[in-house]
């Protein structure tokens, strides 16, 4: 196996392996896992396998989680369909910059995400070192965030399109979820910058401390966590990958952030992901 780092900062093609072989080959999945653990994004090429052999190798990994809103592949729970069709709008709503399911109690560990079919040129997704993006910070704002708490929705996200009745539906199932602004990685100790656009509000702000008069709590606290959830547009955090069919990606959630590029006519975009279960994060 090679590994080509892509960036400076985030990102790396593996070549001359098959991920087949890696259900199987415990020495290959614990290179590949050491490898993630290093780059935090691993991306291939020319990966030929079924969904039933998609859904083992991200397994290995962990168990996998459903969504609630996306739904899963009848035969293959675990797997979803991210499809884009030449029947949307050209000007539908793609995506913003996130971590995957940040909205639970126990977001994602990371991803297998596959391109079946893809625009000839066009929606590329972009992932994002917060890992980096927490150590590039001011001294004075890593001082200001210490300790502070943000609460995070999938009410004012998937469902912000539903009615009203079906959105408290879904936000009765999953209650808003409430993470450290700044997380440490449970495998590396790294301090990891945990907002993104699942974040609706810094839930413990509003303290003595922190507080003089009414601007300061609002828009204080909301002008801080833009500019927290900003940090993932930085260029120099990020990488970006030009899918073809039968490439991969494979990424640590909990230590970046990613975004499916929106820049494409309406045509066809056909990505299967197995999403796999994480931990709380403290």
């Known amino acids: 196996m090679q590994v080509e780092q892509l960036t400076c900062s985030i990102g790396a093609e593996l070549t001359g392996v098959s991920l087949v072989d890696a259900i199987h080959d415990d020495g290959l999945f614990a290179e590949i896992r050491s490898q993630l653990l290093r780059h935090r994004v691993l991306f291939l090429r020319k990966q030929d396998f079924t969904r039933a052999e998609h859904v083992a190798f991200a397994r290995r990994f962990g168990e996998l ?12 729970p675990g797997l979803v369909r991210i499809y884009k069709s030449p029947q949307q709008p050209a000007d539908r709503y793609e995506n913003a910059w996130h971590a995957d399911g940040t909205w639970r109690n126990a977001p994602a560990f990371g991803a297998v995400l596959r391109c079946v079919e893809c625009p000839p040129v066009g929606g590329d997704t972009m992932w994002a070192n917060m890992v980096l993006a927490y150590e590039r910070l001011p001294q004075d704002v890593k001082l200001k965030i210490e300790g502070l708490r943000a609460r995070h929705s999938i ?3 998937f469902g912000a399109v539903m009615p009203i009745e079906k959105r408290h539906a879904l936000k009765a199932q999953f209650p808003d979820a409430e993470h450290p602004v700044v997380r440490i990685h449970p495998e590396t100790g790294e301090k990891i910058l945990f907002v993104n656009a699942f974040a609706t509000h810094i839930s413990n702000y509003h303290t003595p401390e922190r507080v003089r008069y009414g601007q300061d709590a609002s828009p204080g606290a909301a002008q801080l966590l833009n500019y927290l959830i900003s940090q993932a547009c930085i ?5 970006r990958w030009r899918w073809q069919p039968g490439s991969v990606a494979i990424w640590d959630n909990r230590s970046t952030q990613h975004y499916a590029v929106m820049d494409y006519p309406p045509c066809h975009r056909k990505m ?11």
């Open 235 to 239: 260029p120099e955090y990020q990488v």
């Open 155 to 157: 009410e004012a996200s």
């Open 65 to 76: 989680e459903d969504h609630p809103v996306a739904g899963s592949d009848p035969e293959h």
């Open 272 to 282: 299967e992901r197995a999403g796999i279960i994480g931990d709380i994060p403290y």
